[in-house]
């Protein structure tokens, strides 16, 4: 009796808890729907295209048949899984995608950082911001526009690259036909392109670093090098951590678009990668599970990294993403 008479006194002191809990909630919404208005598109963006497309997945497990849809295609399990893993194509799909990748991210990562600490010892304002407008200038550049320049520049026949090649005596080259220049020609035009645009976040920390630290620096007898070493990176330790972080969960995501408009069969050797092999697959030969199969593990390889690399630096440097 006793222990149904304190049931009953916590259920009725439960009840008004509950609705003032609603009541706050529903107060809380009103006082930001705006803000909830503008996250609005985002996050349907995400669920129409992100997130409602994972159910397509499941057809990786299955000898899907269009015609006969997800529901009545014969379930098969890890075939087409194994059959990518016994491919003759499965060690350089990943060496080729990984090491474009690693590439990227060696010298993506590396030198809008070294811009940024250039830009930050430059003292003359209007210099700076000049500089600073014309690096953000290709990041703007459409991947087309940038993939046509990229083919004119090193053409054989009307490139200006040859061109001075043929001035000093030396052989032309055939860079987009040549398998050891693809991946040059990849990485280093991606520099270029997002140079400018990576070091804002970089430059942006390093504003927010005390002067007074700099004077101190000084008044120690510190020159720009040590000062660089002991002040300036050090204050921006979390934000390349968190970028470096952010760009290994891309390692494995090399650009279809960039890859697709420059490779050719040819340079398939070093250039072909694991999306560009999941269009082929798919679209043009209709293997629709298989190229389902291929992507599904890419995802989750990229998944393992990021998960590996979180904890890796939470384990050296106190920083991670979780």
């Known amino acids: 009796m006793e222990l149904q008479h304190s049931a009953t006194n916590l259920q009725t002191k439960s009840q008004p808890s509950s609705k003032a809990n609603?009541?706050?909630?529903?107060?809380?919404?009103?006082?930001?729907?705006?803000?909830?208005?503008?996250?609005?598109p985002a996050a349907v963006y995400y669920i129409l295209f992100h997130y409602a497309p994972m159910y397509g997945t499941l057809i990786a497990f299955q000898d899907y048949n269009p015609f006969r849809g997800m529901m009545s295609s014969p379930w098969v399990g890890l075939k087409h899984f194994n059959a990518f893993f016994d491919s003759i194509y499965f060690y350089r799909l990943i060496r080729n995608t990984f090491l474009i990748g690693a590439y990227s991210i060696l010298f993506g990562f590396t030198i809008p950082i070294i811009f940024a600490l250039l830009l930050h010892e430059v003292k003359h304002t209007q210099f700076r911001t000049i500089i600073q407008s014309i690096s953000y200038l290709p990041h703007f550049i459409s991947t087309v526009v940038v993939a046509g320049l990229i083919v004119t520049f090193t053409s054989?026949?009307?490139?200006f690259i040859n061109g001075i090649l043929?001035?000093?005596?030396?052989?032309?080259?055939?860079?987009?036909r040549e398998t050891g220049w693809f991946r040059t020609i990849y990485v280093s035009s991606g520099v270029w392109q997002n140079l400018g645009w990576s070091s804002i976040i970089y430059f942006a920390a390093l504003t927010s670093i005390s002067p007074s630290l700099y004077e101190a620096a000084d008044m120690d007898g510190a020159n720009r090098w040590q000062k660089v070493w002991h002040i300036s990176l050090p204050g921006i330790k979390p934000t390349i951590i968190t970028v470096l972080l952010l760009d290994m969960g891309r390692v494995m995501d090399v650009g279809f678009e960039k890859v697709f408009?420059?490779?050719?069969?040819?340079t398939y050797e070093t250039a072909d990668v694991l999306s560009t092999y999941v269009y082929r697959s798919g679209l043009v030969q209709q293997q629709y599970s298989f190229a389902s199969a291929v992507g599904l593990f890419n995802s989750v390889l990229t998944f393992i990294i990021i998960i590996l690399f979180n904890k890796l630096a939470r384990r050296l440097s106190g920083y991670s993403l979780w």
């Open 22 to 40: 609603s009541l706050w909630m529903r107060n809380k919404m009103k006082r930001n729907l705006v803000l909830y208005l503008f996250l609005a």
């Open 156 to 159: 054989p026949s009307t490139g």
């Open 166 to 176: 043929d001035f000093l005596g030396a052989q032309k080259i055939d860079f987009l």
């Open 261 to 266: 408009l420059l490779y050719n069969s040819t």
